[in-house]
């Protein structure tokens, strides 16, 4: 079965950055993106991010262009989201998630997800 692991989450100030990791196993050619969500204390999961294996094309929420990027290493089967700039509004678990579908990046067009890590934003 595809394995998702994400790391690198934790405490940081307003302004400051992190990066996530997220090694994945057991891939399957029918992977063909993947994406970052996030879901917020009493709020529904939502998209943060997204990118091809192959076309590395990206899509972003409104809300983290220009401060957050998603980028990809084939050759380790690994995703990374680059944070920066973060606001205490960014707080809350962040999700690898993998889909066989290119152009939907909603909660359930994803087929697997990883079991979260906690990024937390202070002001």
């Known amino acids: 079965q595809v394995q998702l692991v994400e790391s690198g989450g934790g405490l940081v100030q307003a302004g400051g950055s992190l990066r996530l990791s997220c090694v994945a196993s057991?891939?399957?050619?029918?992977?063909?993106?993947m994406a970052w969500f996030r879901q917020a204390p009493g709020k529904e999961r939502e998209f943060v991010a997204g990118?091809?294996?192959?076309?590395?094309?990206?899509k972003y929420l409104d809300s983290v262009k220009g401060r957050f990027t998603i980028s990809r290493d084939n050759a380790r089967n690994t995703v990374y989201l680059q944070m920066n700039s973060l606001k205490p509004e960014d707080t809350g678990v962040y999700y690898c998630?993998?889909?066989?579908?290119?152009?939907?990046?909603?909660?359930?067009?994803?087929?697997?997800w990883g079991e979260g890590t906690l990024v937390t934003v202070s002001s």
């Open positions: 990118i091809s294996w192959i076309r590395s094309s990206t």
């Open positions: 998630a993998a889909t066989g579908r290119w152009d939907a990046w909603r909660t359930h067009d994803m087929n697997y």
């Open positions: 057991r891939l399957t050619f029918s992977t063909v993106a």
